[in-house]
C-alpha cells in the first residue's frame, strides 16, 4: 500500500490553489495524502486560502489531513514529497505594470508573450531559484511539479542553475484548448492522443487521434474551426477576454490551415488585430484583480462570519487535474502521456538541441520521457528559433546581470518593430521593477 504523502504548494495563496486541492482530493487512491502545506510569502492571501482549504476538508470530512500554512520555507519543505509551484514574483500589481508599460508605447501587454512576459521572467527566476534551492536544502528527494510562468525562461534558468533537480515544468493551456475544441465540437478529449511540438505558449497541433473514433480528427476540427466560432468552454464561461482570443482561433487556423496552433500565437503573428480590442488602461491584470481574487477575498470573509451555505465558487477546468494526473502517474510509475517542457536533445531533430520545448513525454518513476518527432517546417521553425535565441538572451542577462543581453533579447522579442521601441520599454521596466530584477549594467 502507498504511504501517505505530503505536498506543498508554493504560492498557497494563488486563487488556483482551491481547484488543486479539489483534484487532489479526487485522486485520494493514486495519490493518499496526509498533509497539505501552503506556503506563500503574502500572509493575507495565504491565510484567506487556508480558511477555504479548511472548510473543503471539512466539507469532504477529511479530517485526517493536515494543512500547514507557513511563510517559514523549513516548515514547507522539510519532508515533503511534492512540491506544485504557482509562484507570482510581484503579483497582480506587477503583471498590470508589465502589461500597461508595454501597451503604452504600442506593444502587446500581455503576462507572457512579448516585453510583459520578459519582465514577469526576470523576476521569476529569482524567485524560482530560491525555491529549487530551498528544496533542495529541505527535501532534495522531493519531486517540484512547476506552473510558474513563463515556462519556457524559467526552464532553462533551472536547467542551468539545477541541472539534476528533479522539477518538471508544465503547462495546462493545451489541456484547456483541448477541452474548449471537443466541448465545442462534440467530441471526448479523453479519447484523444494529441502531437504537438513548440515552446510554451507557442506551438502546433500536427495530429489528435480520436481512440474511440479510430482517426485523426484534427482535419475536421481545423474545418469545424474555419467555419464554426469557437465559444469559450464551461470553465472560462463570462470572460469576455478569453472569448476575443478563442475568436481569433479562427483567424489564425484560416490563414494557416494546416495545423491547429496554440492560440497565444496571436500576440506573435496578429498584435495590430489584438491591440485593436485592447484596453490600455484596463487589462487583463485588473480583470483578474476584479474578478478571481476579489470572489476569494470574498469567500473567505463569508467563512470568518461564520456562514456555511454556497461558500465555494471556483471552476478552474483542467489546471488543478492537470498537475496532479502527473504527480499520480510519477508516484504509480504509469507512464502517461502529458505535454512537458524539456531540454530539446533531439526531440525536434533540426531545432537546436539546447533550445527548451514543449513536447509531448511520458512521465513515470523516473521522469520524464520525451518522444522524438519529425523535422518541423521552416516557417515554424523560424517563428520558433527566434524566439528561443531571444529567451536564452533574457537567461543570459539575468546571470550576466548584462543591460546588453537583456536589450538584445528585447529586440528580438517577435512582437517588438524597433529596438528603439525596445530601449525606452527595457529603460521603463528597469525602473518599475529594482525590487524584483538583478541589476543590468
Same mark, same amino acid.
Given at each position: 500500500m502507498t504511504m501517505k504523502k505530503i505536498i506543498t504548494i508554493a504560492g498557497g495563496g494563488s486563487t488556483y490553489t482551491p481547484g488543486i486541492i479539489k483534484a487532489i482530493l479526487? %485522486?485520494?487512491k493514486r495519490l493518499p495524502v496526509k498533509e497539505i502545506r501552503l506556503y506563500d510569502n503574502n500572509q493575507q492571501r495565504n491565510e484567506d486560502m487556508a480558511l477555504i482549504i479548511d472548510f473543503m476538508l471539512k466539507q469532504e470530512q477529511l479530517t485526517d489531513i493536515t494543512l500547514l500554512v507557513t511563510e517559514d520555507p523549513q516548515k514547507a519543505f522539510t519532508g515533503v514529497d511534492f512540491i506544485f509551484s504557482q509562484i507570482r514574483v510581484g503579483g497582480l500589481k506587477m503583471r498590470e505594470k508589465d502589461e500597461k508599460i508595454a501597451l503604452k508605447h504600442g506593444l502587446i501587454g500581455q503576462e507572457t508573450c512579448g516585453l510583459g512576459g520578459f519582465a514577469y521572467g526576470l523576476r521569476s527566476i529569482g524567485g524560482l531559484l530560491e525555491i529549487v534551492g530551498l528544496v533542495q536544502k529541505y527535501a532534495p528527494d522531493a519531486w517540484i511539479l512547476n506552473y510558474t510562468n513563463p515556462e519556457s525562461i524559467i526552464s532553462e534558468a533551472i536547467r542551468r542553475s539545477y541541472p539534476t533537480a528533479k522539477m518538471i515544468n508544465v503547462c495546462d493551456m493545451t489541456i484547456s484548448l &483541448? &477541452?474548449?475544441l471537443a466541448e465545442n465540437y462534440g467530441y471526448n478529449r479523453k479519447n484523444w492522443i494529441a502531437t504537438y511540438y513548440g515552446l510554451n505558449h507557442f506551438g502546433w497541433y500536427t495530429e489528435i487521434y480520436d481512440k474511440e473514433l479510430k482517426r485523426d480528427v484534427m482535419p475536421e476540427l481545423l474545418e469545424k474551426l474555419a467555419n464554426q466560432e469557437l465559444k469559450v468552454a464551461d470553465f472560462n464561461a463570462g470572460d469576455t477576454s478569453w472569448q476575443q482570443t478563442f475568436t481569433m482561433l479562427s483567424v489564425l487556423a484560416k490563414n494557416f490551415p494546416t495545423q491547429i496552433p496554440n492560440n497565444y500565437l496571436e500576440y506573435y503573428l496578429y498584435p495590430d488585430m489584438i491591440l485593436e480590442h485592447t484596453d490600455k488602461n484596463y487589462t487583463r491584470a485588473n480583470m483578474v484583480m476584479d474578478g478571481r481574487e476579489k470572489k476569494t477575498k470574498q469567500m473567505a470573509q463569508r467563512i470568518r462570519n461564520g456562514e456555511t451555505k454556497d461558500i465555494l465558487d471556483f471552476n478552474f477546468g483542467e489546471h488543478g487535474q492537470? =498537475? *496532479?494526473? =502527473?504527480? @499520480? +502517474? #510519477?508516484? /504509480?510509475d504509469e507512464h502517461r502521456r502529458f505535454m512537458i517542457i524539456v531540454p530539446n536533445n533531439g526531440s525536434i531533430p533540426n531545432l537546436r538541441a539546447d533550445a527548451v520545448v514543449e513536447v509531448p513525454a511520458y512521465v513515470g518513476a523516473t521522469g520524464v520521457e520525451s518522444i522524438a518527432l519529425a523535422p518541423i517546417n521552416d516557417f515554424h521553425k523560424g517563428l520558433m528559433e527566434a524566439q *528561443?535565441?531571444?529567451e536564452k538572451l533574457l537567461v543570459d542577462a539575468y546571470f550576466e546581470g548584462s543591460y546588453q543581453k537583456a536589450? %538584445?533579447?528585447? @529586440? #528580438? /522579442? %517577435? @512582437? *517588438?518593430? +524597433?529596438a528603439r521601441i525596445a530601449k525606452i520599454v527595457l529603460d521603463e521596466m528597469i525602473e518599475a521593477n529594482q525590487e524584483y530584477w538583478p541589476k543590468l549594467t
Open positions: 479526487g %485522486q485520494a &483541448e &477541452e474548449t492537470y =498537475i *496532479v494526473d =502527473i504527480a @499520480t +502517474s #510519477l508516484l /504509480n *528561443v535565441a531571444a536589450l %538584445q533579447a528585447f @529586440t #528580438l /522579442n %517577435q @512582437t *517588438v518593430p +524597433s
